[in-house]
């Protein structure tokens, strides 16, 4: 069982993931690949037969099995060949197969990943920031340079990574995680690699813990039915892998049941005592624990706690924006609006993927916000990603909206995250408090089939490549009814807190 860049990558994204591909029920396993996921493979895979057809002279070792390829490799990198493209390197348990091997002036071999997002992460060029190096790749890039250190190509613990912007980022693997972690690149590629090995080996075995990724994941069924049936703490909104492990190991308290029973009071004063105890887990999140643990299992119903009073104001507005955070594009932002009787749903979309498109949308936003009546509207939306996009946005597009006119907009009491009211004001008898939860939870049901701002993305890249008007009418019909669900969800919200 070998242990391969992607096994790494895996780990990285869910600890959970590598024990299972091995390990796990097969049949409970989605053969079809998430279309999200095909579109960013394809993504990649594009991209990286652009950069190879303008790279010049290099020896194609991509076709033929991992064995033939391997001998060829090495026959390759002993004759000292400049840059070999897709070479296969096998040592011990592990195998990698980088894009490129490329000679140094030393006779040194170092890997070379050709990768469809940026480089180095926060990059902030505004702000003079250069960004960290992604961990994810390093560990990738760490797994060939183990293997080539091990068949004697390689001394340094470097690589390379060809990122979309054309830019060759080093990568030294000698360095450390961050300013406050000393840890090195390489040792936390060990690190990692060890506990790989441990689980593909089922020396060790971890378990699933709902999270974002999962759906993303061809084992999500699979997983969703493990937690309910072992009615695990993870099926808690909020309660993640880390604190689910703690609660196990100090107190074991392994199912949600468990915690309903325990005298959590007699924990906090054991953490009074012990600093080692729950660390990590402080009173507020475990007494909130308790309390969702009671709504989601007894009581089934949802909770708003302080009386909440929403403007009155002639225009409500429920916006919603689609992009694409894999190439930093939006390319819808859209609006519910209700004015008295009269509801009407508005987009603004870029139907291009140029810096006019998603300008030109982004103006004709700002104007129609403009246009509204001063202080008579409110904007309901879910989640901080709004106002982070938007204050990057006007970055970008400064001539568009200066930054004071962004920040008052968000500084506005009339302009609402939802989302921070669900989360400071409410609890619900659900596991999750995602927009598509809550709303379902109240009745509200998407038009589309397989509603998801994953999916969105997917079919706008469609829409990109056929132009086709159905495509677009879908991405506008999935976003409207987003905005509609952030109706529903208010609405609902009042009344409850109307009742109070
Ligand atoms: S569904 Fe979630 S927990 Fe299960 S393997 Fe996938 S990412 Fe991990």
Redesign the pocket.
Known sequence: MYITASKLYDYM?????V???EH?PKDEKIEETNPFVQMLWDRGINYEEKVISKIGDYLDLSKGDFEERFEKTIEAMKKKTPLIYQGVLIKDNLRGIPDLLKIMPDGQYVPVDIKSGMGREGVDMENGKAGKLKKHYAIQLALYSDALNRLGFENKKIGIIFDIKGDEIIYDLNLPLGARDNTTFWEFYENTREAVSALLEDKIKN?????G??K?????D???K??TEEDDL?GLFYLGRSRRDKLYEDVKIKKIEDLLNADIEIFLDMKKRDKEFLKGVGEKTLKKDVIRANILKNTKEPVVYDKVDFPKVSHELFFDIEDDPTQEFVYLHGVYERSGEKERFLDFTAKDITIEEEKRAWGEFWEYIRSLPKDDFSVYYFSPHEKSTYKRMQRTYSDVISEKEVEEFFDNPNVIDLYQIVLKNTDWPLGSYSLKALAQYLGFEWRDETPSGALSIQWFNNYLDKKDEEILKRILLYNEDDCKATMVLKDAIQKMSDKK
């Not at 378990?207 to 999270?211: L, V």
Request: glycine fraction near 4%.
């Open positions: 994204q869910c600890p959970h993931r024990w299972r591909d796990g378990k699933p813990a709902m999270a990724i999962c993303l994941c061809p084992w999500y699979s997983c969703k493990w937690v993870t």
